[in-house]
């Protein structure tokens, strides 16, 4: 009996710290002009086990606990984001009989769109600061992502709000 109770434990914990009918995003982020289904697949996991359980620890609550993400979720959000993005400009810019200026307009678009959106949320520097914040809350240091105060144009974006005691804690 005491065997099956752990077995069933190790089950739980593997099967908690998986996304549940989920495709993953980035698998399936290319779109090419020749895709004639028209369909994109996101991840969006709700919860993350134990990343969500150290998360509700730091800040206190669960609802608050979805603000420190952790490093899967803040993936699969940012993920999602240019996924949607980059399918939405790809099927926008379609030119009959004109498959080069089609491929060249979509790419001139994806790579536009990617440099335009750098410093806002979930984008690619909302991922690095949210790892560096996932990073932290596994050590139950709370803190802010300062890319959510939308600094376009910052010359640096910085993690804030947390205590010289809890970084020096790191650093022993």
Request: no cysteine; hydrophobic share 45%; proline share 2%.
């Given at each position: 009996m005491k065997k099956i109770k752990y077995v069933l434990i190790f089950v739980l914990?593997?099967?908690?710290?998986?996304?549940?009918?989920?495709?993953?995003?980035?698998?399936?982020?290319?779109?090419?002009?020749?895709?004639?289904?028209?369909?994109?697949?996101?991840?969006?996991?709700?919860?993350?086990l134990p990343d969500q359980v150290q998360s509700y620890k730091t800040t206190g609550g669960f609802f608050p606990s979805y603000m420190n993400p952790g490093m899967e979720n803040s993936l699969a959000y940012s993920a999602d984001f240019y996924t949607a993005a980059h399918f939405g400009l790809k099927k926008a810019l379609r030119f009959k009989n004109k498959r080069i200026l089609q491929i060249f307009m979509q790419r001139l678009a994806v790579s536009a769109f990617d440099v335009l959106v750098m410093q806002m949320p979930l984008s690619a520097s909302w991922?690095?600061?949210?790892?560096?914040?996932?990073?932290?809350?596994?050590?139950g240091i709370n803190s802010f992502n300062e890319v959510l105060l939308f600094k376009i144009g910052a010359s640096s974006i910085a993690v804030s709000h947390e205590k010289d005691e809890e970084l020096e804690m790191l650093c022993d």
């Open positions: 914990l593997v099967l908690g710290n998986r996304t549940i009918l989920g495709q993953r995003a980035f698998d399936n982020n290319l779109v090419f002009y020749t895709d004639s289904v028209g369909q994109v697949y996101l991840d969006m996991p709700l919860l993350a991922l690095h600061e949210e790892y560096h914040r996932a990073v932290m809350t596994k050590f």
